[in-house]
């Protein structure tokens, strides 16, 4: 492949990894991990509410990795309320799972900003050092993508497998009761997916651009062993 034409495919990983960074970054910092609707049971079956008397009992919550909102409703209209995870639900909430997803993120910006960078090393330098080439290249991509995904695996069980939704619902609050009535992803999360995405596409750019994956044998390894038996 012509030079310019690697250059350019690097150029555009590059850019790729660094929008990478920075929407992780952006991604931190919202609320908007979580939406869903939460339902005040115990004021429903004081009432018996049923059909459409259940949308007077149906709060909101949204919530990211530091802090949320929502509003609970129990028939005398809306109280929102604001939440933090640190320090206020650190003993609700399973807090190792929580960090670990706080932590990987953190990676995958560093990792991130390193791919961007050796990309754009490669796109307007020359390689000099095995992690500084395509080596490197796969390494650095790999390394963000796969955070992204123990991400998305750790978020996804912290708010399915242990419910957090209702916990958060559920905190300071004595007499009513709270159950999860619809809950879905939101947008930083797909973010993250994206992200994913896009930095094992890089690896298949890098690929694109003429490299061999690492650890790859050569096709003809097979031949030349044998025509060197052969002459023994």
């Known amino acids: 492949m012509p030079a310019q034409q690697k250059k350019l495919i690097f150029c555009t990983a590059g850019v790729l990894s660094f929008a990478c ?8 910092g919202t609320q908007l991990w979580v939406r869903g ?3 005040c049971t115990t004021g429903a079956l004081l009432v018996n509410a049923t059909g459409p008397e259940l949308h007077k009992f149906i709060g909101e919550i949204q919530y990211g990795l530091f802090s949320g909102q929502r509003v609970r409703q129990c028939g005398l209209g809306g109280r929102p309320f604001q939440f933090s995870f640190f320090p206020d639900l650190l003993k609700i909430i399973p807090a190792s799972i929580h960090v670990s997803v706080i932590l990987f993120c953190t990676v995958l910006i560093i990792f991130a900003l390193v791919a961007a960078g050796f990309f754009m090393f490669n ?10 080439g395509p080596v490197g290249l796969y390494l650095w991509s790999f390394v963000a993508g796969s955070c992204g995904c123990f991400i998305m695996i750790l978020f996804s069980s912290e708010v399915k497998i242990h419910h957090l ?9 004595g007499t009513f009761t709270f159950k999860t009535h619809s809950e879905q992803f939101a947008n930083s999360f797909w973010t993250i997916l994206v992200c994913s995405l896009v930095h094992f596409m890089n690896a298949l750019l890098i690929r694109f651009a ?8 050569p096709k003809d390894s097979g031949t030349i062993t044998g025509a060197v038996d052969l002459m023994y």
């Open 21 to 28: 960074a920075l929407g992780t970054a952006a991604a931190i």
């Open 37 to 39: 609707t939460i339902l």
């Open 123 to 132: 796109a307007f330098g020359s390689p000099y050092e095995t992690l500084h």
């Open 165 to 173: 939704s209702e916990k958060i619902a559920n905190f300071k609050e």
């Open 210 to 217: 003429g490299f061999e994956f690492p650890f790859s044998k």
